[in-house]
């Protein structure tokens, strides 16, 4: 790896594992929330639905997501049992099952979302407009390059 290469590749593995870190202290620093990482991001997979749905369907959580849908069933039923999310049947489709968020879970979803906010605004209040843009065209670029391998990898399974 060439300087800039070795030096981006650095700064991406300690963003991502700054990310996580923080977000770990946010949750135990909060002592109503008994949650994981894991469940933090399933919750917020959850809490995208459109407003003109019943909810997400397990299958659609697991492609949000890209996790099995077995796995996705499995960690709904914990999260149910721990009062965050509820599973209904369809009125539509008696075969599907709806997820939705509770009281409790909707909570839970804005702490994390107001997490990011400040995250992202931390970020950004330093840098200049120019700069601004140029780093959501990087990010961008970078997002596309993790998409296309993410469906290389799949054509191949």
């Known amino acids: 790896m060439n300087p800039l290469e070795q030096e981006l590749n650095e700064l991406l593995v300690q963003a991502y594992r700054s990310i996580e870190q923080i977000e770990e202290q946010m949750l135990q620093a909060s002592e109503h929330l008994n949650l994981t990482i894991s469940e933090i991001h399933l919750l917020e997979a959850v809490g995208e639905r ?40 369809s009125t539509v489709d008696g075969r599907l099952v709806h997820v939705t968020l509770t009281k409790e879970g909707h909570r839970a979803n804005t702490a994390h979302r107001y ?31 993790f998409e296309q391998n993410l469906h290389k990898s799949e054509e191949k399974a």
């Open 115 to 145: 997490f990011h906010t400040r995250m992202v605004r931390s970020v950004t209040s330093s840098l200049s407009r120019e700069e601004q843009e140029s780093m959501l065209k990087g990010m961008r670029k970078l997002n596309c390059f």
């Open 50 to 89: 459109r407003q003109d749905t019943e909810g997400k369907t397990i299958g659609e959580i697991s492609e949000c997501l890209g996790i099995s849908p077995p796995s996705v069933t499995a960690a709904i039923n914990k999260l149910v049992k721990k009062g965050y999310v509820e599973k209904k049947k």
